[in-house]
């Protein structure tokens, strides 16, 4: 149990063997610990060297040989408060640079890059933090988020759809998007009824395998048919604006 706690608190696997013998045999010598930990001498030194740095481990050095005992268990507390500072200030720095980075970026456009990658991993809340960007800016259009969609969405990320459809979804916002006659989505039509959710169903014989949104300058593409899952996003005014007209002449050739 101890080890699954110091393992999720990033302690690799040879401090956690080096730090646990320490708290359980009390002081010992570099050599003693490799004996006990079956590491060569070489890495043992390494590790306590670590361990000394991060406090957790006392170096007593009023012996001939340098003796090596566990430092009191507040220590452990101790060294991820100075953790978090060290984050608070890193993340201080970095609001700062965001603001240099704007000003910067505001005189010289192209300096940032406009696409984003997100992998499977981080897609879902990359979709539910993001979207409400998404939705900003398209109110500054005719407040309509176009696109077709592979149905698999609605199956593969229930999640994000229960949030878009209960909560992010707000204002004048409608959504005119077209899918396949999948069962997924024939499914989700029958057990919700959202007024702002207007499908149309592209009846010739394309199974779609990626799904494009347009809102306003963003461009989101997914693949979320097959593992690994990925999301692009693109923030460009020229291409959004191409992709909007096509999907709206689609939507009205459409029955």
């Not at 040989?65 to 220590?75: I, K």
């Not at 200030?89 to 192209?110: C, D, G, M, W, Y």
């Not at 057990?191 to 009846?203: A, L, T, V």
């Not at 690994?228 to 460009?236: G, Q, R, T, V």
Request: hydrophobic share 40%.
């Amino acid at each position: 149990m101890i080890q699954d706690f110091l393992e999720r608190l990033d302690f690799s696997p040879k401090e956690i063997l080096v730090y646990l013998t320490l708290v359980q045999k009390g002081r010992l010598t570099a050599n003693q610990l490799a004996t006990a930990t079956k590491l060569n001498r070489t890495t043992t030194y390494g590790v306590l060297s670590g361990l000394v740095a991060k406090g957790l481990v006392i170096e007593d050095l009023g012996s001939p040989t340098s003796v090596y005992l566990p430092a009191s268990t507040v220590s452990l507390i101790e060294y991820f408060e100075k953790k978090e500072r060290d984050v608070r200030k890193q993340k201080e720095l970095a609001t700062r640079a965001v603001s240099e980075i704007n000003r910067l970026a505001s005189k010289h456009p192209f300096l940032l890059a406009k696409i984003s990658f997100v992998d499977e991993s981080n897609m879902e809340s990359h979709l539910i933090k993001h979207t409400p960007l998404w939705c900003s800016n398209l109110l500054a259009y005719d407040s309509v988020w176009r696109g077709f969609q592979d149905s698999r969405l609605l199956q593969n990320f229930p999640e994000y759809f229960d949030w878009l459809y209960s909560k992010g979804l707000s204002g004048p916002i409608v959504q005119e998007l077209i899918t396949e006659d999948n069962p997924a989505e024939l499914e989700f039509e029958q057990h919700n009824h959202i007024d702002k959710r207007k499908i149309k169903i592209w009846q010739h014989g394309y199974d779609f395998t990626y799904s494009t949104w347009v809102m306003g300058d963003y461009v989101i593409m997914i693949q979320g048919k097959d593992h690994p899952f990925y999301l692009i996003e693109i923030k460009d005014p020229a291409l959004a604006k191409n992709l909007r007209d096509l999907f709206s002449g689609i939507w009205k050739f459409l029955q």
